[in-house]
């Protein structure tokens, strides 16, 4: 699976991408189950964004979801910290 996050937004309002792909790696089930977990719970329509907050994108698979700032899940926080960090 290939994960991509797009955060935009915050108080410089720099744009910051990483795609992590899953494939090979020991944690791929784990992160698949993330993915769909953070985009399953994404549906809908989205919260209003605060002031100086992020807003993201997620893209798994040819499925989308935007989130934004202060209102991630658990799951969400966790893929998207996860795909930034280790991303390319």
Known sequence: MRITVTRTGGFAGITRR?????????????????????????????????????VYEVEADGDKGHFADPRLTEAQSALVRKVLKEGT
Do not use: I, K
């Open 18 to 54: 990483a795609t992590l792909e899953t494939q090979g790696r020991p944690d791929a089930e784990e992160l698949a189950a993330l993915a769909r977990s953070a985009l399953a719970e994404g549906r809908g329509e989205m919260h209003m964004v605060v002031p100086d907050g992020f």
